[in-house]
């Protein structure tokens, strides 16, 4: 009951008359892009909201095929390669009517270029690489690759072939942490984006791709085909209108200055250089992280309870199942069991095409976190029962659901509440990752933080969600002494005497 009720509160954003919702990858251009859309469009007074830092390409692309959010800045090279699906290198034209096929299209082109590259620090046993096909035959080397980039049919799953590098040793490693671990000496060579701004600040070469790997990465808007001609009008005045140098210098702004992305989008928007005047946004850590949890404590903590009490609903009586019919028990714990093994962000990308992007995804795939300590622990506790008194309550003759509502579950209840507390706070720490599909809570300081590779606003959404884990702690054990039978507690603290 609670999931239909968020359901029906949090779907509605969604609907047609609600406002244009732009998406955007976790990257700071991506960031960027996504806020330069929603100034425009407010500009023009068009209602429009941003889902920032969603995720990598196979979310967002997911969420704008299922309607969940209307458009986002995307390449070429990427909606050729890696979304179409086609190896062929489409011209404008072509691109825009295989993407009708689906009921999407593309805007102009922004002006700029962002083709993937390889970048190495030129020292050391990388100084005389120029060229990517260099790097062949070097076994040396170490490589530190975004996830994407290493799933990608454009990135390392074709380029591997095409410079004969494999099977070179590669670990994923993300995007922004990438750098700090290039110039660190922990790994040799990295995929970069040729707009990032870290390029030039950190002295990096960027090798010459001579064998003309990478296609074209025109940056264009990708939105849906029903938006209305107003919407669409409005993100046409973006063609042409953002050169390579002006985003490099976005980027910096984030980057490098400390600029928050809507602020750098701002200033682009009303006609001011990026990195002039102004304030930085960065504020006090604590004033931050206040900020943090005045903004996103309430849906953080709509996340962690609305799915905690949705599996407390089904898990007890699934446990009670799982102790009173042994076959089926077998069936119940084993489920549970490996729906706790999904990884979230896979659990989560699974729900998208059922339920779109926000909170209702979230809800689900934590209601499924929750379920297996509580099932669990109902299970075991009823099988701690002692034998006397389920004898003691059959000679009474009472019916089996006295037995169970009276006795039975009173006496599990101390083991049944070490489940649900497991539940709780395992929730709190998954429902961050609920951030990279639009959900809301502390996740959203951590994603954006990642993104940037700001260690500091990490810790502002970090440190929110081990408070709040720490006062659950204190919160059970209030609760403890509320709902366990004294008779319960007692007989435990006789037996820890003994």
Request: proline share 5%.
């Amino acid at each position: 009951m609670l999931l239909i009720v968020a359901t029906c509160l949090f779907a509605a954003p969604a609907s047609a008359e609600g406002p244009v919702r732009v998406g955007s990858k976790r990257f700071p251009e991506s960031m960027i892009l996504g806020e330069i859309a929603v100034a425009v469009l407010q500009r023009a007074g068009i209602p429009a909201e941003h889902r920032s830092g969603l995720g990598g390409t196979a979310i967002v692309w997911g969420a704008l095929r299922e309607g969940a959010i209307d458009v986002y800045a995307e390449y070429t090279g990427t909606l050729v390669r890696n979304l179409v699906g086609d190896d062929r290198r489409l011209d404008d034209a072509e691109l825009a009517k295989v993407l009708a096929a689906q009921s999407l299209a593309v805007g102009p082109h922004l002006g700029f270029e962002n083709t993937y590259a390889l970048a190495v620090k030129p020292t050391g046993a990388t100084s005389s690489l120029r060229t990517m096909s260099q790097l062949s035959g070097r076994r040396d080397l170490r490589f530190g690759l975004s996830p994407e980039f290493l799933g990608r049919q454009d990135g390392w799953l074709g380029l591997c072939a095409r410079y004969e590098l494999c099977p070179l040793p590669t670990s994923g490693l993300d995007h922004g942490l990438a750098y700090d671990a290039l110039v660190a000496g922990s790994i040799d060579v990295t995929d970069v984006y040729a707009t990032d701004a870290k390029i030039d600040r950190l002295g990096l070469r960027v090798l010459d791709d001579d064998r003309a790997f990478f296609p074209k990465y025109d940056a264009m808007m990708v939105h849906r085909r029903d938006l209305s001609p107003r919407v669409v009008a409005a993100l046409a005045t973006l063609g042409g209108r953002i050169s390579a140098e002006t985003m490099r210098s976005l980027n910096a702004a984030v980057e490098l200055d400390g600029h928050a992305p809507g602020v750098a989008a701002k200033r682009f928007v009303d006609g001011l250089d990026a990195r002039a005047g102004g304030v930085a946004v960065k504020s006090s850590f604590l004033s931050g992280m206040f900020g943090v949890i005045v903004a996103e404590g309430p849906r953080h903590l709509l996340l962690v309870f609305a799915s905690l009490a949705a599996a407390i609903l089904l898990g007890v009586p699934l446990g009670v199942m799982a102790h009173d019919r042994r076959r089926l028990g077998r069936w119940i714990l084993g489920l549970s069991g490996v729906a706790q093994t999904i990884p979230s962000l896979a659990l989560l990308s699974f729900m998208i095409p059922l339920f779109g992007i926000g909170v209702v995804p979230a809800l689900v795939a934590l209601f499924v976190y929750a379920l297996l300590p509580i099932v669990r622990n109902t299970y075991v506790g009823m099988q701690e029962v002692p034998t006397p008194q389920r004898e003691a309550a059959l000679v009474m003759n009472l019916s089996k659901r006295t037995r169970l509502v009276r006795i039975e579950l009173p006496l599990a209840s101390r083991t049944i509440l070490a489940g649900v507390k497991t539940s709780a706070v395992i929730n709190v720490g998954t429902a961050t990752i609920a951030a990279f599909i639009g959900a809301g809570g502390f996740g959203v300081a951590i994603s954006t933080g990642l993104g940037l590779s700001d260690t500091r606003m990490i810790l502002q959404g970090a440190v929110p969600a081990a408070l709040l884990a720490l006062v659950l702690e204190g919160a059970f054990a209030i609760a403890d002494r509320v709902l366990v039978p004294r008779g319960v507690r007692l007989a435990e603290i006789a037996v820890r005497r003994r």
